[in-house]
C-alpha cells in the first residue's frame, strides 16, 4: 500500500500540512522539535494504533484548537481509498466517506510499521514490551486479535480479584474451575497466533540483519512460554489443554499471590545475536540493529500475509549507523513505501531515488 496524499489540520505543532509523497523513500529532515516525528505519528495514527510515543488524544491537537483532522488518500487492494481521523472530544473515524464504530476498523486496511528511538526498549527492557510488540504486529494481520486481546485482560482480572476474594470468602474456591477454563480456551488462541507470528517473523529478521551486519552476525527469535513446554505447530486446543494444566499446577502459588502465574500475559520473546542474549550482552549498535530488523521483518510478515507490503515508518533511524548501513536502509528496502526522519544532510546523501522534505515550525517543503 502506498499514501498519495496526506493532509493535517491543527495536529501537534501543524496547523495545515499537505504532503503529497513518492512511491518510494521519503526523507523529511530538519532541525529538533520542528514536527518531524509528529508527521509519522499523525501517519501511524491511521493504522488503527495508538501513539508510538505514549501519547493522549489531548496531545494531538494544536494548542487553542478544538480539534484535529488528519485524512489521507492512499492505494491499498488495487484501488484508491480514503481514511480520516477526527480528535476533539469523541474521537470520530471515516474509512471510504463511511463513518466506522471505531479507529480500530483502519486495523488491517491502512497497514504501517513504526521504527523509534523509544522502541530501543524492545531489547533493553523487561517482557511487557515485547508482548506489545508482538500483539501489535498480529492485529495488522488478524483484526479480530483485538478482540482476543481484550477480552483475555478481562478474564485475567476476573480470576485475580477471584483470587484475591477468595481468602475472605473460602465458598467462592468452587467457582475458580469456570475462570480457569476460560482463561486457557483463549490463551491457547493467543500463543498459538504468538508462535506462528515468531515463527515467520524469524525467518525475515535474521536475513534483513544479515544484510544490516553485512553477513557478520547472525539474528534468532524465540518465543519463551513461561513454564511450558511447547512445540512448534501445536494446535490451539493442545496449548489450551497444557496452560489448563500448568494453572490448576500453579494455583496454590496464585491463590498465594493473589496473581496468575501463567499464561501469555508473562510470555517473552527471546532475542539473541549469535546464540546470546542481545539484551544482556550486545552492545547499542547491535540492540539498534536488532530493534530495525524486527520492524523491516514485521513489515515483510505484514505483505506476505496482506499480499500488501505496509507502509514503513522510521524515525531518528539514521544518526547512530554507520555509512554502509545507513545506504542499506536509503537504497535496498524495495517494495515499501518509507519515510525517514533525520537531522543531518550528510544521513541521505547516498539516496538513489526518492523525494527529500524539509520540515521547519510545522511546515514542509520538498527540496
Known amino acids: 500500500m502506498r499514501i498519495e496524499r496526506l493532509e493535517l489540520e491543527n495536529f501537534r505543532n501543524m496547523q495545515r500540512l499537505t504532503l503529497s509523497p513518492c512511491q518510494t523513500v521519503n526523507i523529511v529532515y530538519g532541525d529538533n522539535a520542528q514536527g518531524k516525528t509528529n508527521l509519522l505519528e ?23 484548537e478544538s480539534q484535529a483532522v488528519i485524512e489521507s488518500k492512499f492505494f491499498q487492494a488495487g484501488r484508491g481509498q480514503t481514511a480520516k481521523l477526527r480528535i476533539g472530544g469523541q474521537k470520530t473515524a471515516w474509512l471510504n466517506e463511511i463513518k466506522e464504530d471505531s479507529v480500530t476498523a483502519f486495523a488491517g486496511i491502512f497497514t504501517a ?8 526498549g524492545l531489547v533493553k527492557d523487561g517482557p511487557a514490551g515485547r508482548r506489545k510488540f508482538l500483539d501489535t504486529s498480529i492485529c495488522q494481520i488478524t483484526p479480530r486479535y483485538i478482540g482476543m486481546i481484550s477480552q483475555y485482560q478481562r478474564i485475567l ?42 515463527r515467520r517473523l524469524h525467518a525475515e529478521a535474521a536475513e534483513i540483519y544479515k544484510g544490516i551486519s553485512m553477513e557478520k552476525e547472525e539474528l534468532s527469535l524465540c518465543y519463551r512460554p513461561l513454564g511450558l513446554s511447547l512445540r512448534q505447530g501445536q494446535s490451539k486446543e493442545k496449548i489450551a489443554s497444557l496452560l489448563l494444566e500448568q494453572t490448576v499446577k500453579n494455583r496454590p502459588e496464585d491463590l498465594r499471590n493473589g496473581a496468575t502465574g501463567a499464561g501469555p500475559h508473562r510470555d517473552d520473546l527471546e532475542i539473541l545475536i549469535n546464540g546470546r542474549s542481545v539484551r544482556s550482552f550486545g552492545s547499542q549498535g547491535q540492540q539498534r540493529s536488532a530493534v530495525l530488523a524486527l520492524k523491516l521483518a514485521e513489515s515483510r510478515c505484514i505483505g506476505e500475509i ?12 539514521m544518526s547512530e549507523l554507520d555509512q554502509s548501513r545507513r545506504e542499506y536502509l536509503l537504497n535496498h528496502l524495495t517494495g515499501s513505501q518509507i519515510f525517514i526522519t533525520c537531522c543531518d544532510k550528510e544521513y541521505f546523501s547516498q539516496l538513489a531515488q526518492g523525494r527529500v522534505f524539509r520540515m521547519e515550525k510545522g511546515c514542509l517543503a520538498e527540496e
Open 42 to 64: 499523525a501517519v501511524w495514527l491511521l493504522s488503527g494504533a495508538k501513539s508510538f510515543r505514549g501519547a493522549k488524544d489531548a496531545d494531538f491537537i494544536r494548542f487553542g
Open 113 to 120: 510499521v513504526v521504527f523509534s528511538p523509544s522502541h530501543l
Open 306 to 317: 496482506l499480499q500488501e507490503r505496509p507502509i514503513i515508518l522510521l524515525d531518528d533511524v
Open 157 to 198: 482480572v476476573q480470576r485475580n480479584t477471584l483470587l484475591k476474594d477468595i481468602s475472605y470468602a473460602p465458598s467462592l474456591m468452587d467457582t475458580l474451575d469456570v475462570w480457569d477454563e476460560k482463561l486457557a480456551v483463549l490463551g491457547g488462541a493467543i500463543l498459538r497466533l504468538r508462535m506462528e507470528y515468531t
